[in-house]
């Protein structure tokens, strides 16, 4: 299983190589619910903020894959881009069952030998343990089975009341 509830984002640095450099990327940053109204500048904020992390992640580690992170690649089913995956589906997943029903904000942090992404959201969070181990069908779409399938680490700010979803990625 990569789904890791013990795992935390310190030690998620240290195996990464932390060099420092961190990226903190706003999409909706208020405590009200994301409505027909505001719903058009925060897909578009959301959607930057997606493509700001593959830009990044590129621009930093493109010499060392034979092809670059796309999130095109969630849409033609390559599931070896796990980047793809990861921000495709728990992004989707904070836009349709957070209480706000849209990301605060997304975070990289580069290191040496990896990376990690997390999605953040406001609000009273979700129990993952729960959602993990009880296949909850509330929360429809494939985010938990890619998080249980895929080579990456997945952990949580806390297992009760998540709220920061992260992505350890190793690098090749």
């Known amino acids: 299983m990569v789904i890791d509830f013990s ?3 310190q030690k998620a640095l240290e195996k990464i190589g932390f060099t420092g450099e961190h990226h903190e990327l706003s999409v909706h940053e208020l405590e009200e619910v994301r409505t027909y109204t505001s719903s058009d500048e925060i897909i578009c904020s959301y959607g930057e903020a997606k493509w700001s992390i ?9 010499s060392l894959f ?9 849409l033609n089913d390559n599931p070896k881009d796990e980047v793809s995956y990861f921000l495709n589906e728990a992004g989707s997943n904070s836009l349709n069952y957070s209480d706000y029903k849209a990301p605060s904000r997304f975070h990289l942090w580069l290191g040496r ?8 959201q406001k609000g009273e969070g979700f129990d993952a343990e729960e959602v993990h181990n009880l296949k909850i ?6 985010a938990f089975e890619f998080f249980r399938n ?15 979803v992260f992505m350890e990625h190793l690098l090749p």
């Open 137 to 142: 069908k509330e929360n429809e779409g494939t």
């Open 7 to 9: 795992r935390t984002l």
């Open 54 to 62: 593959v830009d990044l992640l590129n621009k930093n580690y493109s």
């Open 150 to 164: 895929c080579k990456s680490k997945i952990f949580f700010d806390t297992t009760k009341k998540a709220k920061v």
């Open 66 to 74: 034979d092809s670059s992170f796309d999130l095109y690649n969630w």
């Open 113 to 120: 030998t990896g990376f990690v992404i997390a999605i953040e």
